[in-house]
DNA sequence: GCCAACGTTGGC
DNA sequence: GCCAACGTTGGC
């Protein structure tokens, strides 16, 4: 299984909305690196939920419901969404700041990437963030 | 609101 | 196919 980190800015899509959809569409990918993430992803895969601009941490797991198929609001054939859907909240969400400061997890390309939307995690740094969350 | 980082576009 | 110009993202 793999593990992986999707942003989203809270205005647009928050956590909390997401919670009350219950599912949603990933759709707003328009970056080919990111792009390819997302046609990796198999359901069951879990992904942390990350709040960019306002808030900046991670506040939640999510997991793939459905792999990749064409994005839902364009005709054109580059862009996919997958379908995911919150397995739980962070009890205590994870700073940006929290994770640039831990040693372990200074290679993630949330820090070293700071523009791609969606990206890989390895377990390890996976589960360090949920372990400082909780 | 500014600006650095970086991906994309388009002229040559 | 290179690279300058431009646009976008996201931290601060």
Sequence with gaps: ???????????????????????????GVRNYQARNNLKTMKEGDLVLFYHSNEGKNVVGIAKVVRE??????????????????????????????????????????????????VMPLKATEFDKILEMGS
């Design 1 to 27: 299984m793999n593990h992986w980190l999707v942003k989203s800015e809270p205005f647009k899509y928050s956590w909390e909305k997401f919670n009350e959809d219950g599912r949603t569409f990933w759709d």
């Design 68 to 117: 990749f198929y064409q994005d839902p609001t364009t005709d054109d054939a580059n862009w996919v969404v997958v379908d995911l859907s919150p397995v739980e909240s962070l009890k205590n969400p994870v700073s940006l700041e929290q994770i640039k400061a831990e040693p372990s997890l200074t290679d993630i390309s949330l820090v070293r990437q700071g523009r791609l939307s």
